[in-house]
């Protein structure tokens, strides 16, 4: 299960990454790391809104699909 697939202000962790992706690599930067706690926030078209740490981070489905999440 992708981060997208998470209910609207469901929590999971992040439990793999497919750090091949090169944009992957900002988002880990951001704290989307292995273990991390994320919560889907909004949906508003192609866009997802996370909330990690106390910030909100919004990203494309294309990019959510390269982090795998176990909800909590």
Do not use: W, Y
């Not at 793999?16 to 919560?39: K, S």
């Not at 919004?58 to 909800?71: D, G, M, R, Y």
Request: proline residues 3%; aromatic residues 2%.
């Amino acid at each position: 299960m992708c981060i997208t697939d998470l209910g609207i202000k469901q929590k999971g962790i992040i439990t793999h990454i497919d750090t091949n992706h090169p944009q992957v690599q900002r988002l880990m930067i951001m704290g989307l790391v292995e273990g991390a706690v994320v919560e889907h926030i909004s949906t508003a078209g192609t866009s997802h809104e996370i909330k990690i740490m106390g910030c909100v981070i919004a990203f494309s489905k294309e990019q959510a699909q390269h982090f795998s999440v176990e909800p909590v």
